[in-house]
């Protein structure tokens, strides 16, 4: 079977340098916070290029806990897309807020940014962009939007750590000896959430996340809330403050695994540029945005047969999945943010699209039986 993730692979890979990690923390006797942590926390700073990085338990976490430090609450809206996973909507109603969906653009599957204007109220606060499948939102489009009418950005970066964004009118948007900035996914807005579950492109062995940010106010206020709302054991600041703390174990496998991070998302593009030169005009192949250099958390074909082709590719003994067979209006706990039909391209979206095979451990000879099954059924 040829799994759509093999993490079995990427642990032997490294496992020296793994069990030396583990062994580290096992013998230091401190498994919440402490030094792994924090060095974890400057690497990611470094890596991304902002001052502040702050961990906790999970990105679902991350994404509430930025939304409160960055001032949202009850009465505010946060405009968003219908096509993510539920946690970016579970993060703004944990924050109190209200969900507010615009639709995506077909071809990235990102949210659309010429929807804003028609959604917008005097109870909006927030835009958060979804960097889908590690692809770069536009964020110049969004940005502009957000600074005219005095909106903060939160970018869910979940799936996209390591994309790049360069501002619209660069002529070399993938080449980094460009002059133009070329900053990372997760630190253009006001704050960023990142998730560190183990299937994302730099993953823990359990769950973590973090919030990356320009601001020592959000960073502070994250921090503060990540632990109780509270600076000082026994002392709180804040009230309904979470227990979310990245565990000294995940960070250490993090800080080995870190390093290899721009290799691996290389590899991923390879691996999809040999799926879209074998695939273009058979399936609907993933769109390259000329502004983003897209990591490829997942390889997203679209056909109108989806589930019969991925019938056929499991015969075949190929996996896949759907990200996301429901849009977040039509599942069944949030029918109420916006009615069935009022977000087409969403819920077309939701029908068709199939995730092939990506991870940077994939042999050539499993992405060409890919192909070729793709092909055979076509």
Same mark, same amino acid.
């Given at each position: 079977?040829?799994?759509?993730?093999?993490?079995?692979?990427?642990?032997?890979?490294?496992?020296?340098?793994?069990?030396?990690?583990?062994?580290?923390?096992?013998?230091?006797?401190?498994?919440?916070?402490?030094?792994?942590?924090?060095?974890?926390?400057?690497?990611?700073?470094?890596?991304?290029?902002?001052?502040?990085?702050?961990?906790?338990?999970?990105?679902?976490?991350?994404?509430?806990?930025?939304?409160?430090?960055?001032?949202?609450?009850?009465?505010?809206?946060?405009?968003?897309?219908?096509?993510?996973?539920?946690?970016?909507?579970?993060?703004?109603?944990?924050?109190?807020?209200?969900?507010?969906?615009?639709?995506?653009?077909?071809?990235?599957?990102?949210?659309?940014?010429?929807?804003?204007?028609?959604?917008?109220?005097?109870?909006?606060?927030?835009?958060?962009?979804?960097?889908?499948?590690?692809?770069?939102?536009?964020?110049?489009?969004?940005?502009?939007?957000? +600074?005219?009418?005095? =909106?903060? *950005?939160?970018?869910?970066?979940?799936? /996209?750590?390591? !994309? #790049?964004?360069?501002?619209?009118?660069?002529?070399?948007?993938?080449?980094?000896?460009?002059?133009?900035?070329?900053?990372?996914?997760?630190?253009?807005?006001?704050?960023?959430?990142?998730?560190?579950?183990?299937?994302?492109?730099?993953?823990?062995?359990?769950?973590?996340?973090?919030?990356?940010?320009?601001?020592?106010?959000?960073?502070?206020?994250?921090?503060?809330?990540?632990?109780?709302?509270?600076?000082?054991?026994?002392?709180?600041?804040?009230?309904?403050?979470?227990?979310?703390?990245?565990?000294?174990? +995940?960070?250490?496998? =993090?800080? *080995?695994?870190?390093?290899?991070?721009? /290799?691996?998302? !290389? #590899?991923?593009r390879q691996i999809a540029a040999r799926y879209t030169q074998a695939l273009k005009g058979c399936v609907q192949t993933p769109c390259e945005?000329?502004?983003?250099?897209?990591?490829?958390?997942?390889?997203?074909?679209?056909?109108?047969?989806?589930?019969?082709?991925?019938?056929?590719?499991?015969?075949?003994?190929?996996?896949?999945?759907?990200?996301?067979?429901?849009?977040?209006?039509?599942?069944?706990?949030?029918?109420?943010?916006?009615?069935?039909?009022?977000?087409?391209?969403?819920?077309?979206?939701?029908?068709?699209?199939?995730?092939?095979?990506?991870?940077?451990?994939?042999?050539?000879?499993?992405?060409? !039986?890919?192909?070729?099954?793709?092909?055979?059924?076509?």
């Amino acid at each position: 079977m040829i799994s759509t993730l093999d993490l079995k692979r990427e642990y032997l890979e490294l496992k020296r340098e793994i069990d030396a990690a583990i062994e580290r923390v096992l013998s230091s006797g401190g498994f919440v916070g402490g030094p792994e942590v924090a060095a974890l926390e400057d690497d990611l700073a470094t890596y991304l290029g902002v001052p502040y990085v702050v961990s906790c338990g999970s990105g679902t976490d991350a994404l509430a806990i930025a939304l409160r430090a960055m001032g949202i609450g009850p009465g505010d809206e946060v405009i968003t897309t219908p096509f993510t996973f539920v946690a970016t909507i579970e993060a703004i109603q944990h924050a109190g807020a209200r969900p507010v969906l615009v639709d995506i653009d077909p071809q990235t599957y990102n949210l659309n940014p010429d929807l804003l204007e028609p959604v917008l109220s005097p109870r909006s606060k927030a835009i958060l962009p979804v960097h889908l499948y590690g692809q770069v939102a536009p964020m110049g489009e969004i940005q502009a939007f957000a +600074q005219k009418h005095r =909106l903060q *950005v939160l970018e869910d970066a979940a799936q /996209a750590i390591g !994309a #790049r964004y360069c501002a619209p009118g660069c002529k070399h948007p993938l080449d980094h000896a460009c002059s133009c900035p070329h900053p990372l996914a997760g630190t253009i807005g006001d704050a960023g959430a990142f998730s560190l579950y183990p299937t994302k492109n730099l993953g823990a062995y359990g769950d973590g996340g973090f919030i990356a940010t320009h601001s020592e106010a959000i960073a502070q206020e994250s921090r503060l809330l990540a632990n109780h709302g509270s600076r000082e054991r026994y002392h709180h600041l804040r009230a309904a403050g979470y227990t979310s703390r990245l565990d000294a174990m +995940q960070a250490a496998i =993090l800080r *080995v695994k870190l390093p290899h991070l721009e /290799a691996w998302n !290389a #590899r991923r593009r390879q691996i999809a540029a040999r799926y879209t030169q074998a695939l273009k005009g058979c399936v609907q192949t993933p769109c390259e945005m000329p502004y983003a250099l897209h990591v490829y958390h997942q390889y997203t074909i679209r056909h109108p047969e989806r589930d019969r082709l991925a019938a056929y590719l499991k015969q075949q003994g190929i996996g896949s999945s759907v990200h996301y067979p429901l849009p977040v209006h039509l599942q069944p706990a949030y029918r109420g943010l916006a009615p069935a039909g009022s977000l087409p391209a969403a819920e077309a979206a939701a029908r068709e699209v199939l995730s092939l095979p990506m991870h940077p451990f994939l042999e050539e000879a499993e992405v060409e !039986a890919v192909i070729s099954a793709v092909l055979n059924f076509a």
